[in-house]
């Protein structure tokens, strides 16, 4: 069994600070892990994944995320937030090619 | 990595009718997944769809409800039957695969209106 706990449903953020969205996860195998961005009315596009290997992971649009085994995360982090990373963001772990997503946290970014 | 093309973009469909969803995509897949996130919430898994085999579904969900074809490795339907109001959702098609690079890419979506 596999489940994901995104904490906090909203994140407001000022434009040029850091963006921390927290991940959290639980699998009985070793994990995928994935961020999801989703824009309003558009579907999902992939900002980075963790399979194997090195644990910083580093993806589009200037995000990365970092895996931490013992701490059973995968934070997203941006340095200096932008007005267009303004949407939804999921974390999702992947098991046996099917995918258990968190509930998502909105980010807002304030002028 | 893999470009999804996912047919209507929306509709509004009258309670009691059924709809279908296509999802086409540009290289050959493995494997093609079906989800489903309700107003303001997360995707939900509602089955995969593997070319030459019935499609798997997940609890809760069940194929005289939501049947899916899947008669080629670029693409498949789903059929959201008898619609009801709480079927109001929207329907993301996604692949995983040798275009996909085990990222799992997904279609823009269906969003579906049941009145």
Redesign the interface.
């Known amino acids: 069994a596999q489940s994901v706990t995104q904490l906090g449903s909203h994140v407001s953020v000022s434009e040029g600070a850091l963006v921390l969205l927290r991940c959290n996860y639980s699998s009985s195998v070793p994990p995928y892990l994935f961020w999801y961005v989703q824009y309003p009315n558009q579907g999902l596009q992939l900002l980075l994944k963790y399979t194997t290997g090195a644990t910083l992971v580093k993806g589009i649009n200037g995000f990365e995320a970092e895996f931490k085994k013992s701490e059973t995360s995968f934070h997203l982090t941006k340095p200096s937030a932008h007005m267009s990373d303004a949407a939804e963001y999921f974390c999702a772990v992947g098991n046996d090619y099917k995918l258990s997503f968190g509930a998502g946290t909105t980010v807002t970014v304030r002028a | 990595?893999a470009v999804?093309s996912?047919k209507p973009s929306r509709d509004i469909c009258q309670r009691g009718t059924s709809l279908t969803i296509q999802c086409q995509v540009d290289s050959q897949v493995t494997?093609m997944?079906w989800y489903r996130q309700q107003p303001g919430?997360?995707?939900?898994?509602i089955a995969?769809a593997n070319q030459g085999s019935e499609a798997t579904y997940e609890s809760g969900f069940v194929i005289d409800k939501f049947p899916i074809s899947r008669p080629n490795l670029t693409f498949s339907t789903l059929t959201v039957s008898n619609m009801s109001p709480e079927d109001s959702s929207i329907y993301?098609c996604?692949v995983?695969g040798p275009g996909a690079n085990?990222?799992?890419?997904?279609?823009?979506?269906t969003?579906l209106t049941v009145v």
């Open positions: 990595s999804i996912q494997m997944f919430q997360s995707l939900t898994l995969t993301l996604s995983d085990y990222g799992y890419t997904f279609g823009s979506g969003r």
